[in-house]
């Protein structure tokens, strides 16, 4: 079942182009060795005033920046020519919100294992995405499994780095989790410890106090996650970040993932140990975080690029 609307436009390498016409060769090098880096973003209208916000638009490019850097792929164009076309594009698709996808990769030219000579191409596409787990996952939560698959490690695919590749390692947890009739995977990593989702970072919540995995447990640096820990300060909200083993997530109050798709999604059930509805917490920062991303708080409207 096709997961996606089909838009006008894409933006590709400096240009707008017809959604149709947005297409690469089939030898291009990132299709057979996944060597391409990408992000994820939304852009939210504020239900009342009507206006559009992409959130935290800046640094989710400036963390495509740092993928590319790791990656070793000459990325062309700056973070504000990047926030540029992903507002262009936004307008001339006319969507007031929708889910933001810039991909960086390697192009057609180079069929070896090394990338030298290979073209970079940089595309920015954008449609409606409504809740990424589900119609009323963000209201209900839903229910996860622990993967048998391990996460990538900090010295294999640096999870640092938004890599397409990376992706594997995801699809088959998150198969495996869909075969055990669960919405999500959760994996560990080498040393057992909980790391993350398919595509979402992970926070858990006991006795008041709310604690997510250290990045150095293997995990993507969310900005979600990081727009959380700061929201929880702002409603003094006790969080650290600190280890977690998978019985941490079975005794926990609340457990909810984090992520620009999957945004605020409570976790009910882990492994079939029944969590509960959304919590207190959990109700608290996922009320705070849409205050915000639809421009309701002043004081973070650094956060906010308007879409005119
Ligand atoms: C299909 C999901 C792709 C992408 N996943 C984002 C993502 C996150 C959360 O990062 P952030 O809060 O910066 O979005 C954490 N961990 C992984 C493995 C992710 O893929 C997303 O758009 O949420």
Sequence with gaps: MADITEVDYIWKNGELIPWAEATTHVL???????????EGIRCYQNPTT???????????????????????????YTV?????????????????????RPIVYRGYGVMGVDPTGAPTDVAIAVWPWDSYLGAD?????????????RQRTNNSIPPAVKATASYMNSILAKLEA??????????????????????????????GVLSTPPLSDGLLEGIT??????????????????SL?????????????????AELTPI??????????????????????FDVAYGNIEEYAEWLTEVP
């Design 80 to 100: 504000d020519e990047l926030c540029d076309a992903t507002v262009e594009v936004i307008r001339a698709n006319k969507l007031p919100s929708c889910y933001i």
């Design 268 to 289: 009910g059930s882990v492994d079939g140990r029944e969590i509960g509805k959304p919590g207190e917490v959990t109700r608290a920062l996922q009320e705070r975080f």
């Design 178 to 207: 869909k075969e055990h009739g669960y919405a999500e995977a959760i994996m560990l990593n080498e040393q057992g410890l909980v790391c993350e989702g398919t595509g979402e970072n992970l926070f858990v919540v006991r006795d």
């Design 225 to 242: 996650r990081d727009t959380v820990l700061c929201l929880a300060d702002d409603l003094e909200i006790p969080a650290i970040e600190e």
């Design 28 to 38: 291009s090098h990132s299709l057979h060795y996944g060597s391409g880096v990408f």
């Design 245 to 261: 083993t998978r019985a941490d997530l079975y005794i926990a109050d609340e457990v909810f993932m984090t992520g620009s798709a």
């Design 50 to 76: 009507k206006k559009s916000y992409v959130f935290r638009l800046r640094d989710h490019m400036e963390r495509l920046h740092r993928s590319c850097k790791i990656a070793c792929i000459d990325l062309p």
């Design 137 to 149: 996952a963000l209201e209900r939560g839903v229910s996860v499994g622990v993967s048998s698959w």
